[in-house]
């Protein structure tokens, strides 16, 4: 009677859910997806920079097609370490633009924060300036590998107030995207580029 209990519960020991470890990304996806990539699927996976490998990531991913405020757009996803926002973005062979972004489900139309000195103003319409500068070619080393990338300066500025100003750098490698961003969101110190799902 014994040996028949034993055996059930190992039987049911077997047949228990188990704990299985966190997907860290989504299908490989093969083939070209272009200089600005924005084909959905597409997914990116990054960390602060002094953050542990085990530290939970955030991640962007091209969620597809869609419209905002009646013009045609991408849709992008940023998520994760307590961050929810999606980026609506025209991507073609003339460049990339930002239409506006989406905040914790709250709608956005290029918003960011401005800052000179101590003091912080939120900037939340149509009328700021962006100057992107690229600063020249650099090789650098990332969790995700190694890349020779476009250095780039981005200067947001609000054209009614000159002192409010903030710039950050981009490093950018055509066909992968964002490999570092100095942009400090929710207080993470920038992002590097650990992992993606397309080669």
């Known amino acids: 009677m014994r040996r028949i209990a034993l055996l059930l519960l190992l039987l049911l020991g077997a047949c228990a859910p188990r704990a299985t470890e966190p997907q860290t990304n989504t299908t490989l996806i093969q083939g070209p997806v272009g200089f600005y990539p924005s084909q959905p699927g597409l997914d ?16 962007i991913s091209v969620l597809g097609p869609t419209t905002f405020e009646g013009q045609p757009a991408i849709r992008y996803r ?9 980026y609506y973005r025209q991507v073609d062979a003339a460049g990339v633009r930002l239409l ?18 101590n003091n912080v103003t939120r900037v ?3 009328v700021l300036d962006y100057t992107y500068t690229v600063l020249g070619k650099s090789n650098v ?13 981005w200067e ?39 992992d993606r799902n397309f080669k």
Do not use: C, H, K
């Open 100 to 117: 506006g972004m989406e905040d914790f489900d709250r709608l956005q139309v290029t918003v960011i924060e401005l800052r000179a000195g």
């Open 78 to 86: 940023l998520s994760g370490r307590g961050l929810e926002r999606s």
């Open 156 to 194: 947001v500025r609000d054209p009614r107030n000159p002192n409010l100003r903030e710039g950050f750098e981009i490093w950018f490698y055509p066909g992968v995207g964002e490999i570092y961003s100095s942009v400090n969101f929710g207080e993470q110190g920038g992002l590097s580029l650990i």
């Open 44 to 59: 990116w996976v990054y960390l602060p920079p002094r953050a542990s490998i085990s530290d939970p990531p955030v991640r």
């Open 124 to 126: 939340s319409d149509r």
């Open 141 to 153: 080393t990332v969790p995700a590998g190694s890349f020779e990338v476009f250095r780039i300066a």
